[in-house]
T-cell receptor, first 114, second 117 residues
Framework: AQSVAQPEDQVNVAEGNPLTVKCTYS??????LFWYVQYPNRGLQFLLK??????LVKGSYGFEAEFNKSQTSFHLKKPSALVSDSALYFC????????????FGSGTRLQVQP | DVKVTQSSRYLVKRTGEKVFLECVQD?????MFWYRQDPGLGLRLIYF???????EKGDIPEGYSVSREKKERFSLILESASTNQTSMYLC????????????????FGNGTRLTVT
């Protein structure tokens, strides 16, 4: 079985400050990890992914994420938040065998204050 | 650019009605998925399909069925709508995950907000 936990329902940060959105996962094999963002009244948009290789992956809009195998975490980060980053963020995982579908976390709402 | 189109943005149906949610993708993707999104629960997988006429149950298939007669179209069917099926429904597609494109991201439609009264 595969699962994802996003422990924070909401994260508040001031514009210009660094942000972190947390994600931990559980899979039976090696993980494929993804972050998606959802703006109001829209579907989800792909941000970045970790498949293998460098533990720090860079994605769209200046976001990056750090894979930590020992802590089974894949936290989303950005050095300097923008008001326009305010949205709902989802972490997702699948293992590298068997099931083809992603399992998503419950989502974290990021609020960036001007 | 990949486009996933869901035929309705908003739907209001009555309890007991048969409801069809339609999804079309234009990128020749093998895989298609139906998720429902509820506050605090994130996205939960209802059904997915990895080929025409093939389907697999997701985590919450009860009360739903699907149809994939053509590669580009994946329909979600609520056989007899109930109020607990009021939700946002999201369709997605991706390249085949088992043939070298295992890292292929999902491409989502804008969603159908279904209300069952």
């Amino acid at each position: 079985a595969q699962s994802v936990a996003q422990p924070e329902d909401q994260v508040n940060v001031a514009e210009g400050n660094p942000l972190t959105v947390k994600c931990t996962y559980s899979v039976s094999g090696n993980p494929y990890l993804f972050w998606y963002v959802q703006y109001p009244n829209r579907g989800l948009q792909f941000l970045l992914k970790y498949i293998t290789g460098d533990n720090l992956v860079k994605g769209s809009y200046g976001f990056e994420a750090e894979f930590n195998k020992s802590q089974t975490s894949f936290h989303l980060k950005k050095p300097s938040a923008l008001v326009s980053d305010s949205a709902l963020y989802f972490c997702a995982v699948r293992d590298n065998t068997g099931r083809r579908a992603l399992t998503f976390g419950s989502g974290t709402r990021l609020q960036v204050q001007p | 650019d990949v486009k996933v189109t869901q035929s309705s943005r908003y739907l209001v149906k009555r309890t007991g009605e048969k409801v069809f949610l339609e999804c079309v993708q234009d990128m020749d993707h093998e895989n298609m998925f139906w998720y429902r999104q509820d506050p605090g629960l994130g996205l939960r997988l209802i059904y997915f399909s990895y080929d025409v006429k093939m389907k697999e149950k997701g985590d919450i298939p009860e009360g739903y069925s699907v149809s994939r007669e053509k590669k580009e179209r994946f329909s979600l069917i609520l056989e007899s709508a109930s109020t607990n099926q009021t939700s946002m429904y999201l369709c997605a597609s991706s390249l085949d995950l088992m043939q070298g494109a295992a890292n292929s991201p999902l491409h989502f439609g804008n969603g159908t907000r279904l209300t069952v009264t």
